[in-house]
């Protein structure tokens, strides 16, 4: 949308306003937002861009990342501005970089949601033995031994089962 002012720019300051009952709508650049005092001096726009850059932003911390993609050349500097991935060898090349920055907008980085299809059952199932070993692993480190036994027992019982269907 251009600005209503100047008609060249374009607009990212909206201002509505209420006159005899009627709403009115005023898009102006910031030049011209400046202009005609609706903004100070020391007055910023809001800029979505760069709060979602910060928000999606990789901590200084966070491990050294591959720059580029070997397959696609896509950055991981774009990648992080856009959120868009070039191609599916993205994924595994920045990895860890996609995982911070995701466990940053959601509370998860994995999926609880439905899955369809036969590799939504594979999914299922790996997440399902995943599970059980990471509750073993916490019933031995807690020290719950007999706990612990059952779980290996359904580990062993699941895999034995996988086996079977794979075999």
């Known amino acids: 949308m251009l600005c209503s002012n ?3 720019k374009n607009a990212n300051f909206h201002y509505k ?3 005899g009952g009627k709403y009115s709508e005023l898009h102006l650049c910031g030049e011209c937002a400046h202009k005609l005092g609706y903004i100070k001096d020391n007055d910023k726009l809001f800029n979505f861009t760069s709060i979602l850059g910060d928000f999606l932003s990789v901590p200084k911390s966070a491990p050294s990342v591959a720059t580029k993609c070997p397959v696609c050349s896509t950055s991981f500097d ?3 501005r856009t959120g868009f991935l070039g191609c599916d ?3 595994e090349v ?3 970089s996609i995982e911070t920055m995701l466990s940053k907008i959601q509370p998860s980085t994995v999926h609880k ?3 369809s299809g036969a590799d939504g059952k594979k999914i299922e199932r790996e997440n399902t033995l995943k ?3 990471e ?3 916490r019933a031995v480190i807690e020290e719950k031994y007999e706990q612990a036994a059952v779980l290996r027992d359904k580990i062993k019982e699941f895999e034995q089962k996988e086996d079977e269907q794979n075999g």
Do not use: H, P, S
């Open 89 to 91: 060898k993205c994924y």
């Open 78 to 80: 774009t990648v992080r």
């Open 17 to 19: 306003y209420l006159t």
């Open 131 to 133: 599970n059980l070993k």
């Open 94 to 96: 920045f990895a860890d």
């Open 113 to 115: 949601g439905k899955l």
């Open 135 to 137: 509750e073993l692993k």
């Open 6 to 8: 100047c008609g060249i």
